[in-house]
């Protein structure tokens, strides 16, 4: 994924359109799509993990000088100088630059959509496995207090448990979503799969087992062979999909569910957030039956409404008058 920057070069007023980054896995379709949504209205610069990792960095804490990142194409991501109106479109020290195109331009975005799961550099792929994972848990890191200093807003902030938003299990979002206002379907876990086999119930992923978007690989077990610990949820004939953009819900049954699913976007700090529905069997045309099934911070962006919600909420927080603090709150592990 190499993308220039693409969308009009002015908006319908004359004015200048606002600046969009989309920070997205390489095999992210939901990434792509949104940055074409997003083309019509704004300027969109589409960059990849890989192109972060193989990037140049400045990223300065504690100083107030303003971060750059040169991608190897010569393309500067800096962070837009926010005033109270809204205008201010320079980019610190590195100017105001092109609008679109390669090779130098410098781009002052106003806004990012992180839909990155981690930052591994490629550099180390031949590495031994410890030296990879220390690499990557480095770079991550570095991405991580990067979008936290920026004074562009972000969807969604970067938390220590993930760089798109955290990063739960069933289980903990089924607490999260029950808090929340949801009805949850009942949850099994067990210190051993061989014993906790319940009939009826079905398999899940274990708790704790890192988030990644749906579509990648999954992550290696971390339990070792033979019996483990494991997490029983009742199954679904059907599952359907909300999706909280900024203050909008969309989806089937939004004018029931609405509530729940923006408190616990809320609660997660997530301006996007997809809430997955179990339909219980009979209970199709009854939203007020319909089950939490699960929460995604990188929605697939594939259901009807979705997409156009999104990239509406992220236009929406492009033009916001907001001057975030280059030290923005880093939350508690325990409290993403």
Do not use: K
Not at 51 to 79: F, K, N, Y
Not at 195 to 200: D, E, K, Q
């Amino acid at each position: 994924m190499s993308e220039a920057a693409h969308g009009p070069q002015r908006t319908a007023g004359g004015g200048r359109p606002p600046r969009v980054l989309v920070l997205a896995h390489a095999g992210d379709v939901g990434g792509r799509r949104l940055a074409q949504a997003l083309a019509g209205t704004a300027q969109v610069t589409l960059v990849s993990d890989l192109q972060l990792a193989q990037a140049r960095w400045r990223h300065e804490v504690g100083t107030g000088r303003p971060s750059r990142v040169e991608l190897r194409d010569g393309t500067v991501l800096a962070d837009a100088e926010l005033d109270a109106d809204g205008g201010g479109d320079g980019g610190g020290d590195g100017g105001g630059g092109d609008d679109c195109g390669v090779g130098g331009a410098v781009r002052a975005v106003r806004a990012v959509v992180c839909r990155l799961a981690t930052v591994v550099p490629p550099q180390f792929a031949a590495s031994a496995a410890a030296d990879r994972d220390y690499a990557a848990t480095e770079l991550t890191a570095l991405t991580v207090s990067w979008l936290a200093s920026l004074r562009s807003p972000v969807l969604n902030l970067p938390t220590p448990r993930g760089l798109a938003g955290p990063q739960r299990g069933p289980a903990e979002w089924a607490v999260r979503a029950a808090a929340a206002g949801f009805p949850v379907a009942p949850v099994r876990l067990a210190s051993s799969a061989r014993a906790g086999a319940t009939a009826g119930l079905e398999r899940r992923a274990l708790d704790g087992v890192p988030f990644l978007p749906r579509g990648y690989d999954a992550p290696p077990d971390p339990w070792p062979p033979g019996d483990r610990p494991a997490l029983w949820t009742e199954p679904g004939e059907q599952v359907r999909s909300l999706l909280v953009a900024g203050g909008d819900v969309v989806g089937p049954g939004a004018e029931r569910l609405a509530g729940p699913a923006r408190r616990l976007a809320a609660e997660a700090g997530c301006g996007l957030l997809e809430v997955l529905l179990q339909v219980p069997s009979g209970a199709a045309d009854d939203p007020v039956r319909w089950r939490f099934a699960g929460a995604e911070p990188v929605p697939a962006l594939a259901w009807p409404g979705q997409l156009d919600a999104a990239a509406r909420a992220v236009h929406a927080l492009a033009l916001t008058p907001r001057h975030r603090s280059r030290t923005a709150r880093i939350p508690h592990p325990l409290a993403g």
